[in-house]
């Protein structure tokens, strides 16, 4: 087990509403990053948070935001869903400079 | 811009057969390479990692070498398992500048039949 949690596990919203996912790292990582994984493909990078600011974003329009608390825990937020958000959602959790990290289970984000 | 590709799956395999995962990279510098494994129903696990050229990841089995002549970094394993059943991604994160994103390969279905 690698101490990444996430919650929800799955999730089912209606096109147009907003969701929050959320994400705990382990302990000690400082820095996290949220992947989108749509089915049958690889992780796509969304964004990445160090120190409550964020460190390096992917090619997702403004509706996907983020946080991070200073306990390094994190948020991704996503407004005015469309159906293809529907993807698993991952957090993966390093400490800064750190080469690998370390993943949760994902969330299941269905929108219908 | 960077890029991973991996070898098209689905791979199925009898156990105790030689598995062999291709992949191939395009980066500017020296970037570092990984292998990581998804179980069904599981999030993704770091399998392996190699940071240098000709450096030689490892992991429960499971080897892949740095080859930066063919800008390669392919997964192999002598004798699998069926709980080697799972996809597996190739990734890389470049060394250059302030890049802090894994680019990942589209991952490799492997299913072993007892």
Known sequence: ?112 | GDSVTQMEGPVTLSEEACLTINCTYTATGYPSLFWYVQYPGEGLQLLLKATKADDKGSNKGFEATYRKETTSFHLEKGSVQVSDSAVYFCALKSNAGNNRKLIWGLGTSLAVNP
Request: hydrophobic fraction near 30%.
């Open chain 1, 1 to 112: 087990e690698t101490g990444v949690t996430q919650s929800p596990t799955h999730l089912i919203k209606t096109r147009g509403q907003q969701v929050t996912l959320r994400c705990s790292s382990q302990s000690g990582h400082n820095t996290v990053s949220w992947y989108q994984q749509a089915l049958g493909q690889g992780p796509q990078f969304i964004f990445q948070y160090y120190r409550e600011e964020e460190n390096g974003r992917g090619n997702f329009p403004p509706r996907f935001s983020g946080l991070q608390f200073p306990n390094y825990s994190s948020e991704l937020n996503v407004n005015a869903l469309e159906l293809d958000d529907s993807a698993l959602y991952l957090c993966a959790s390093s400490s800064q400079g750190a080469l690998g990290a370390f993943f949760g289970q994902g969330t299941r984000l269905t929108v219908v």
